[in-house]
């Protein structure tokens, strides 16, 4: 079973960056896909990026493209989120997950989730 760990989270103002890191332990994470999601408070859980298990594909949600930059480090089982100009709809909890399928961007596809960061950027 994957375990993962959220952080970087924070703090910014509008215009700011950020870096979320995700570490997984447990076997195999480097074979799977990886996304990342947010939720915000009385919203659903929604997608934001995610990348294949070899880091050669990648695929955004149209509200973060060309502003965040999905990463990843399989000798360190990590994976990166890399935030700049931020905004205030951008205030969320931010969770990262394996995915055992390439494409998908419903959280159903996704699993298990960390504890997630917050994210809170300021106007």
């Known amino acids: 079973q994957v375990q993962l760990v959220e952080s970087g989270g924070g703090l910014v103002q509008a215009g700011g960056s950020l870096r979320l890191s995700c570490a997984a332990s447990g076997s195999r994470f480097s074979s799977y896909a990886m996304g990342w999601f947010r939720q915000a408070p009385g919203k659903e859980r929604e997608f934001v990026a995610a990348?294949?298990?070899?880091?050669?594909?990648?695929y955004y949600a149209d509200s973060v493209k060309g502003r965040f930059t999905i990463s990843r480090d399989g000798a360190k089982n990590t994976g990166y989120l890399q935030m700049n100009s931020l905004k205030p709809e951008d205030t969320a909890v931010y969770y990262c997950s394996p995915s055992n399928s390439w494409g998908p961007r419903s959280p159903e596809a996704f699993g298990p989730w960390g504890q997630g960061t917050q994210v809170t950027v300021s106007s």
């Open positions: 990348i294949s298990w070899s880091a050669g594909g990648t």
